[in-house]
Every structure is written in structure tokens, then in C-alpha cells.
């Protein structure tokens, strides 16, 4: 059974800095691996995909890489800014055609 | 080029009442997916479903719990006889085919009072 864990559950950081968030999960066998923001009361946002057989997506200030052998990913945000809070979730698809999502990072950037 | 639309955004219902959560996909999109978002829970899969077909309901509730997505019209999620532990946020996402970019709504928050 597929499980996905983010570490850390929340970040708090100062407005400017870079950051890093990181999804690991315990089936390497997966179609593709997407990050998604979820803002508070708010739906999903996605933010990149990855197939299988990339190693990363990058879309402005954000850098996801995926490692699949060891069943891990990060997303990379640079230079953060207040806009950039919210919860952060992480979402594998595998054979079974749905999306197994991680618990997120809530992250907080402060003024 | 609208997205994936959900009603209502908010539904209050008594228990023991029916809830119906209606999803729209994006357009030309054949593949829909409920998810479900308990407090301080992750989003858990409910149901797959393709254009008059269920293809996965594994993460469905056995009772009380339908889904249907029709030829014409919107994808509705059913739940009969509603507890206050239905009470959560349900997601509907759409793709266009199998293994792409899932687009999710906005969301439906069901509150049973």
C-alpha cells in the first residue's frame, strides 16, 4: 500500500529565504508525482508534475526533483515571499489510477 | 476556459438528510475523481470514474455513499442519511486522460448539524 509523508508538517520562515519541502514515499513504482498548494477553506492549486521518467519540473521561483529509486521528492522555493503561504501537499499517482497524497506542509513566510 | 466547478461551495445538513455534491469537470475532460478531506486529515481517494462508468470506488463507503458521472451533465457525489462524521470537505478532480495533470475544484464543505 502506498503511503506519502511530508517532512516538515509546518515551516516558518522569514520573507526572502529559500526553502525546501520534502515528500517521500514507499512504492517507487508511480506514473507521475505532483505538488499542489492549498490555500485555507480554499481547493488544490497544481503546481508541477512529474512523470516517471523526469527528475525534475521547474515553473518560476519553484524546483520540484524527483529521486524515484529512493522514493523521494522536493520542492524547492526561492526567494520566499508572504504570498508564498500555504499548505503544500504532494501526491503520488501509481498503478492503481489515484492520486495517494501526503498530510502537506503548512508553511508560513513572515513579513 | 472554466475549471473544475463544484456546488455548492457550502451545504449544511441535518443528520439523517441526503447530500448531494454536484462536480463539473473541465471541459473535454473524461475522467473524474472524488476525494475526500477530514479535519486534519489528508485527502483520501473515494471514487474514479469515467463518463457513465465507475471504474474505482475502492475508498467509497459501502453504505450510504453513491457516485455517478452520466453522459450529459455533471458528476454527482450522493450521501444518504448523512452522520457527523460525513462532516468534511469533498473534492472532485478532472483529467483528460489516464496518468496526466489532475485539475481539482474548489471544493464542497459539508457541515451535518
Known amino acids: 500500500k502506498q503511503e506519502v509523508t511530508q517532512i516538515p508538517a509546518a515551516l516558518s520562515v522569514p520573507e526572502g529565504e529559500n526553502l525546501v519541502l520534502n515528500c517521500s514515499f514507499t512504492?517507487?513504482?508511480?506514473?507521475?508525482l505532483q505538488w499542489f498548494r492549498q490555500d485555507p477553506g480554499k481547493g488544490l492549486t497544481s503546481l508541477l508534475l512529474?512523470?516517471?521518467?523526469?527528475r525534475e519540473q521547474t515553473s518560476g521561483r519553484l524546483n520540484a526533483s524527483l529521486d524515484k529509486s529512493s522514493g523521494r521528492s522536493t520542492l524547492y522555493i526561492a526567494a520566499s515571499q508572504p504570498g508564498d503561504s500555504a499548505t503544500y501537499l504532494c501526491?503520488?499517482?501509481?498503478?492503481?489510477?489515484?492520486?495517494?497524497f501526503g498530510k502537506g506542509t503548512k508553511l508560513t513566510v513572515n513579513p | 476556459n472554466a475549471g473544475v466547478m463544484q456546488n455548492p461551495r457550502h451545504l449544511v445538513r441535518r443528520r439523517g438528510q441526503e447530500a448531494r455534491l454536484r462536480c463539473s469537470p473541465v471541459?473535454?475532460?473524461?475522467?473524474v475523481y472524488w476525494y475526500r478531506q477530514l479535519p486534519e486529515e489528508g485527502l483520501k481517494f473515494m471514487v474514479y470514474?469515467?463518463?457513465?462508468?465507475?471504474?474505482?470506488e475502492s475508498g467509497m463507503p459501502k453504505e450510504r455513499f453513491s457516485a455517478e458521472f452520466p453522459k450529459e451533465g455533471p458528476s454527482i457525489l450522493r450521501i444518504q442519511q448523512v452522520v457527523r462524521g460525513d462532516s468534511a470537505a469533498y473534492f472532485c478532480?478532472?483529467?483528460?486522460?489516464?496518468?496526466?495533470?489532475?485539475?481539482f475544484g474548489q471544493g464542497t464543505r459539508l457541515t451535518v448539524v
Open positions: 478532480a478532472s483529467s483528460p486522460e489516464l496518468d496526466t495533470e489532475a485539475f
Open positions: 512504492d517507487s513504482a508511480i506514473y507521475n
Open positions: 512529474i512523470q516517471s521518467s523526469q
Open positions: 501526491a503520488v499517482m501509481d498503478g492503481s489510477e489515484k492520486l495517494v
Open positions: 471541459k473535454g475532460h473524461s475522467h
Open positions: 470514474l469515467q463518463k457513465e462508468n465507475i471504474i474505482d
